[in-house]
């Protein structure tokens, strides 16, 4: 029999669907990034505003879909044949969100079902291929070396920070100069933004997010003048390198598909293809 549970603690979501979602663990990396920092607020006191919407058949997981208002629903793998239940279902809560991001196939199906039940237009606006890595290659030797972003460069990388989304993001996620600037000095504090230095000057930037298990390499950045040097390449291998160092079992990172320069480059590094993420901005 199916079960659709709306569900607001991230322990008893993870009880149920944790094991489901681990197995794929690049494909399903921000649902899992999103609990762990849920799991993370309730151990400090705080309430953490996360919902989460599963479907079991049988008792067997299905499908989830996670939110942390006001930011995108996101959605997981499908295991069933029809999501017009949950569309119908999450559709009677009128919830809010600006976007629906998962793999493509579900991705698509959902906002489908989404458009019909709420009359909201839903258009693809990002085609993304899910990589994962666990050896990297190296790149040829260039000039300069790696490391974390220092703190006085944060009006530097926030305009970068701001470009990036600017360039690759949907008009609702782009930032304000003083919320790239705050991103930006949050990331620097917690060592999670790393540049290539060339004579002492950032020239390409690269930042992680994912699980204490699955790192995501996110926020790869070189300015205009910067670009053709192989600086991404160099930055992206030494930031992969780093976190499995340190104790991840893998990277993973989203790259659009749409963009053959930066999908070579990962792939020379080792980064190999696991799948394919949509995003669909909703539309009054």
Same mark, same amino acid.
């Given at each position: 029999?199916?079960?659709?549970?709306?569900?607001?603690?991230?322990?008893?979501?993870?009880?149920?669907?944790?094991?489901?979602?681990?197995?794929?663990?690049?494909?399903?990396?921000?649902?899992?990034?999103?609990?762990?920092?849920?799991?993370?607020?309730?151990?400090?006191?705080?309430?953490?505003?996360?919902?989460?919407?599963?479907?079991?058949?049988?008792?067997?997981?299905?499908?989830?879909?996670?939110?942390?208002?006001?930011?995108?629903?996101?959605?997981?793998?499908?295991?069933?044949?029809?999501?017009?239940?949950?569309?119908?279902?999450?559709?009677?809560?009128?919830?809010?969100?600006?976007?629906?991001?998962?793999?493509?196939?579900?991705?698509?199906?959902?906002?489908?079902?989404?458009?019909?039940?709420?009359? @909201?237009?839903?258009?693809?606006?990002? $085609?993304?291929?899910?990589?994962?890595?666990?050896?990297?290659?190296?790149? !040829? $030797?260039?000039?300069?070396?790696?490391?974390?972003?220092?703190?006085?460069?944060? !009006?530097?990388?926030?305009?970068?920070?701001?470009?990036?989304?600017?360039?690759?993001?949907?008009?609702?996620?782009?930032?304000?100069?003083?919320?790239?600037?705050?991103?930006?000095?949050?990331?620097?504090?917690?060592?999670?933004?790393?540049?290539?230095?060339? $004579?002492?000057? !950032?020239?390409?930037?690269?930042?992680?997010?994912?699980?204490?298990?699955?790192?995501?390499?996110?926020?790869?950045?070189?300015?205009?003048?910067?670009?053709?040097?192989?600086?991404?390449?160099?930055?992206?291998?030494?930031?992969? @390198?780093?976190?499995?160092?340190?104790?991840?079992?893998?990277?993973?990172?989203?790259?659009?598909?749409?963009?053959?320069?930066?999908?070579?480059?990962?792939?020379?590094?080792?980064? @190999?293809?696991?799948?394919?993420?949509?995003?669909?901005?909703?539309?009054?």
């Amino acid at each position: 029999m199916q079960q659709i549970d709306f569900v607001t603690n991230p322990r008893a979501f993870m009880a149920h669907f944790g094991t489901w979602l681990k197995a794929h663990p690049a494909e399903h990396n921000v649902i899992l990034s999103m609990c762990q920092m849920a799991e993370r607020m309730l151990a400090r006191g705080e309430r953490p505003d996360i919902r989460f919407v599963a479907q079991s058949e049988d008792g067997e997981p299905q499908v989830a879909a996670v939110q942390m208002p006001p930011h995108n629903l996101v959605l997981s793998r499908f295991a069933g044949e029809d999501l017009s239940a949950l569309a119908a279902r999450m559709a009677e809560t009128t919830p809010s969100f600006p976007a629906i991001v998962g793999p493509s196939d579900v991705a698509a199906a959902f906002a489908d079902h989404w458009a019909r039940i709420t009359g @909201q237009k839903t258009v693809e606006y990002m $085609d993304q291929i899910i990589y994962s890595l666990k050896t990297v290659h190296f790149p !040829p $030797d260039i000039a300069g070396s790696f490391r974390l972003a220092h703190e006085d460069e944060a !009006p530097l990388l926030a305009a970068w920070m701001k470009a990036f989304a600017e360039d690759s993001l949907p008009k609702a996620e782009h930032l304000s100069a003083e919320e790239a600037l705050r991103k930006t000095k949050d990331r620097i504090a917690q060592g999670s933004l790393a540049v290539w230095d060339v $004579d002492g000057t !950032p020239v390409s930037q690269a930042g992680v997010s994912g699980t204490d298990s699955v790192a995501r390499v996110s926020l790869v950045y070189t300015p205009p003048e910067h670009r053709g040097k192989g600086y991404a390449s160099v930055v992206v291998a030494r930031l992969s @390198q780093q976190l499995l160092d340190q104790g991840r079992d893998m990277c993973c990172l989203y790259a659009d598909a749409r963009n053959p320069v930066s999908n070579s480059i990962y792939r020379k590094i080792g980064y @190999q293809f696991v799948g394919r993420s949509s995003l669909y901005v909703l539309q009054k």
